[in-house]
């Protein structure tokens, strides 16, 4: 072959596997093999039995609550204030969810010592794959809020509330109610809001707003500036318009200087 020919063969040759490489070098990554997926990572066999009583202890200790209401209001205390306490406890449930969200968004890093690995990472891990919540079974992901209501329920088992007569302790007996009670089902809540077919049961809870509405935690994830609350959400709407957390972060700031 003549030696201009051969050059331009060559030449054509070049540019096609430049032209390859360049289209290869553009088009989107191929998804992850089932060998590299993500997996939920093994829980260790004692952190698994150290769950499990902690559920079984703040359940039955919420259960020994609500029977105790049951019998104060048996033997004739007022139950008009019964209801709008524990929805009180409810709403306190929603606002404490959003703090503990939003503290754990804001401030430290995955690599703060003890805390981070524990506590930052899973937060900050969840608005990078959002999803992976949904793969975590109840035992491993659901139950921090049973083990932080285990004092509080533990002191009013052991004062025995509420004592018949106190209309009171019957209040504040019903706000702990609502407010264990939202705790215990917080993680799930925000669990479901990410499953794409919840349930039926669930989906009437969320459309009925009784629980996070998929929805409207949708807003957290466009803007993770507001929208922090993941029980019922009930209380981002008054939080966000007024910019709660933003000023509060501004203050927290100001005496970090």
Excluded at 5 to 33: F, I, N, Q, W, Y
Excluded at 156 to 165: D, I, K, N, S, T
């Amino acid at each position: 072959m003549p030696e201009k020919d051969l050059l331009a063969v060559c030449g054509c040759e070049l540019h096609v596997k430049c032209m390859s490489e360049g289209e290869s070098s553009t088009r989107a990554p191929a998804p992850e093999s089932p060998k590299t997926a993500w997996t939920v990572p093994p829980q260790p066999a004692a952190l698994t039995a150290f769950k499990i009583i902690g559920v079984a202890a703040s359940s039955a200790l919420l259960v020994t609550l609500f029977a105790r209401i049951v019998i104060t209001l048996g033997a004739g205390a007022s139950a008009w204030l019964v209801l709008p306490a524990i929805m009180l406890g409810y709403v306190f449930a929603d606002l404490l969810s959003g703090t503990a969200h939003w503290f754990c968004d804001t401030f430290f890093e995955e690599d703060t010592p003890l805390i981070g690995q524990l506590v930052i990472r899973p937060f900050r891990d969840h608005h990078v794959h959002p999803q992976r919540i949904t793969r975590y079974r109840f035992i491993e992901q659901d139950t921090v809020s049973f083990l932080l209501m285990l004092p509080p329920l533990t002191v009013a088992f052991w004062l025995r509330a509420p004592p018949q007569g106190s209309g009171t302790a019957l209040f504040w007996s019903c706000c702990l109610l609502g407010l264990a009670t939202g705790s215990f089902g917080t993680n799930l809540f925000h669990k479901w809001a990410h499953v794409p077919k919840p349930p039926t049961v669930v989906r009437w809870l969320q459309r009925g707003g009784l629980i996070l509405m998929p929805e409207r935690h949708q807003r957290h994830h466009h803007d993770h500036s507001r929208g922090f609350c993941v029980t019922t959400g009930w209380m981002n709407p008054l939080l966000d318009a007024v910019r709660f957390f933003p000023r509060v972060e501004l203050v927290v700031r100001f005496f970090q200087r």
